[in-house]
């Protein structure tokens, strides 16, 4: 399997890190991502580990592990079992969602994944190919309606948080038969076969649909968080749109192995959230579509188990199940 590995070196420390309080070290810090080179949640990981470098006063290694959806990252954390040595970057699919939908997993996120902290949230964009005849989401719910045969939604794959999403629309909306077409290991990606017409709607993170939109190429119909997405202030939510109910997202966070000791875990937390704080980065991560987080490691767990709760019904109404 090909790794990616990138070294973030801290040069001039500056002002980023906080006198007397991390010390030197020059021993690497690697920071696991369970997906492929110049994906978002990469991009967001090198910039942050470039940060991290800078207020741990240590060098940062950026190593790509990608592979059935962030488990391989996951599965080479446990194998680390260092002192926080080894971080996991990870959407909530890892530590939330993949127990719900695999029997079989190559960790345990109760007893292998510590938490360190939440970095930021993301929503999801309905977008459908721009000479749609739907101009709204009540037309584009109406035309579902009148074209049973047709009602069918696509996303990047089975059992992600988009697929879930989607059944969440259906059941609000009363769709009773919304069909799921999943675009993953197929020569044809969920872009192209929205604008191409495979499928009459496609859900993903809103960011994946942003420059397509701009370039007149599919139009965004709706976005799924609780407010207007920053990255389309233009566009309303469902929620703004009559359905209240149609409210979902996800995040991205830093866990580590569980051999990590409290100290250890709360010294990242600390770094990870003197970074988040930096104004700059809170602006880049606005402009890869993503929703600065913060807090505490026990805000993570609790985040983690309220996300639980929520999607348990979601995913076991939907019976997928891998063994």
Same mark, same amino acid.
């Not at 880049?284 to 609790?302: F, H, R, T």
């Given at each position: ?22 010390? /030197? ?32 006063? /240590? ?26 040595? &080894? ?36 929503y999801f964009g309905l977008a459908v190919r721009n000479d749609f005849p739907a101009q709204n989401l009540k037309e584009m719910l109406a035309w ?28 609000? #909306? ?11 290991? &197929? ?5 192209? #076969? ?11 993170? &809103? ?15 709706? &976005? ?100």
């Amino acid at each position: 399997m090909m790794r990616r590995r990138s070294i973030v070196l801290s040069a001039a420390l500056g002002p980023l890190a906080s006198p007397g309080i991390f010390a /030197q070290n020059d021993k690497p810090l690697r920071i696991l991502v369970g997906f492929a080179a110049g994906s978002g949640i990469d991009v967001s990981a090198r910039y942050l580990g470039e940060r991290l470098s800078q207020v741990l006063k /240590q060098p940062v290694i950026v190593e790509n592990r990608p592979g059935a959806g962030g488990q391989v990252a996951a599965a080479a954390l446990k194998a680390a079992q260092d002192d926080g040595q &080894t971080l996991l970057y990870t959407p909530m699919v890892v530590p939330v969602l993949a127990p719900m939908v695999f029997s079989k997993l190559p960790y345990d996120p109760e007893k292998d994944l510590l938490p360190v902290g939440h970095v930021c949230n993301f929503y999801f964009g309905l977008a459908v190919r721009n000479d749609f005849p739907a101009q709204n989401l009540k037309e584009m719910l109406a035309w579902l309606k009148n074209n049973p045969q047709q009602a069918a939604f696509g996303s990047p794959a089975i059992g992600g948080l988009p697929h879930f999403f989607g059944l969440l629309i259906g059941r609000e #909306a009363g769709l009773s038969d919304f069909l799921h077409v999943p675009l993953y290991n &197929t020569s044809v990606t969920l872009p192209t #076969a929205v604008m191409g017409g495979q499928v009459p709607l496609g859900i993903d993170v &809103t960011n994946e649909w942003v420059q397509l939109a701009r370039g007149g190429k599919v139009r965004i119909l709706a &976005t799924s968080g609780p407010q207007r997405s920053k990255v389309v202030p233009d566009v309303p939510t469902f929620v703004e749109q009559g359905f209240p109910g149609i409210v979902g997202g996800g995040w991205f966070a830093m866990y580590a192995s569980s051999k990590t000791t409290p100290a250890n875990q709360q010294r990242i937390n600390e770094a990870l959230n003197q970074v988040l704080a930096q104004p700059d980065v809170s602006a880049k991560l606005i402009s890869l579509g993503y929703e600065p987080g913060g807090g505490s490691v026990n805000d993570l767990a609790q985040l983690a188990k309220a996300d639980s709760r929520r999607w348990a019904p979601v995913v076991q109404a939907s019976g997928v199940r891998v063994n």
